[in-house]
Nanobody, 127 residues
């Protein structure tokens, strides 16, 4: 079992940047597909980005393509989400998740595929 802990959230003005971190413990993240999801008040938790075990493949939600970048450092057992050009509509609680299953567009973008979740970190973008 892997435990995940997000950090790095905060309040930022539109156009600014934040980098979220997801520190894993218990097991190495190299075993897992890693993803980021977000949930705004009153809305469903939605997919943001996922990265394959090999670190070669990624999927991004259209709403964040070109602005967000996921990366993983297996040596530090940490996944990062670099968020640039932030918009007010990016305001949400951001969750890190780990998936022990198969990589693919129909699974790795679905929250139901993920086995482990962090507690979330709040990101607020002011206009």
């Amino acid at each position: 079992q892997v435990q995940l802990a997000e950090s790095g959230g905060g309040l930022v003005q539109a156009g600014g940047s934040l980098r979220l971190s997801c520190a894993a413990s218990g097991r190495t993240i190299s075993r897992y597909i890693m993803g980021w999801f977000r949930q705004a008040p009153g809305q469903e938790r939605e997919f943001v980005v996922a990265i394959s075990r090999s670190d070669v493949y990624t999927y991004y939600a259209d709403s964040v393509k070109g602005r967000f970048t996921i990366s993983r450092d297996n040596a530090k057992n940490t996944v990062y989400l670099q968020m640039n050009s932030l918009k007010p509509e990016d305001t949400a609680v951001y969750y890190c998740a780990a998936d022990y299953g198969l990589w693919g567009p129909d699974t790795s973008t679905q929250r139901e595929s993920y086995d482990y979740w962090g507690q979330g970190t709040q990101v607020t973008v002011s206009s």
